[in-house]
């Protein structure tokens, strides 16, 4: 089992995640389990890609995540991992802050394991 297939099976029981992708900074899928992914994979690349670009030239620290709202209060976010963005389709009727919060604590994990020397610290 490769380790994308790990990540996959551990974001899908973060409470109120309904569907996910994996993209590389270039757009390119990794995996996903969400329908039309490649349509959702262009605006989670483009609009990350814009976002760190404004948070560069403006001096900002980088983003946490993007929240994009669509019908029947189902939202799409967006957040920055390394080399890759993580987007997220939220269940309906799920706090979309505790989500999140779960997520972030997911992928933090996900920093420290990768960089041991890396402190929470450091994320907040």
Do not use: C, W
Not at 25 to 44: C, P, R, V
Not at 69 to 82: A, G, K, T
């Amino acid at each position: 089992m490769t380790g994308t297939d790990l990540f996959s099976q551990h974001l899908v029981q973060v409470r109120g995640v309904e569907g996910f992708m994996v993209l590389r900074n270039d757009g390119h899928i990794l995996t996903h389990n969400i329908e039309q992914a490649e349509k959702f994979a262009s605006l989670a690349t483009l609009s990350g890609i814009s976002v760190q670009g404004v948070q560069k030239k403006l001096g900002f620290m980088p983003f946490r995540h993007l929240v994009f709202s669509r019908e029947h209060n189902r939202s799409l976010i967006v957040f920055p991992l390394d080399k890759f963005y993580v987007g997220i389709f939220a269940k309906v009727g799920f706090n979309l802050s505790e989500i999140i919060e779960d997520v972030n604590k997911f992928l933090l994990k996900i920093k420290i394991k990768k960089n041991p020397g890396h402190s929470p610290k450091e994320e907040e």
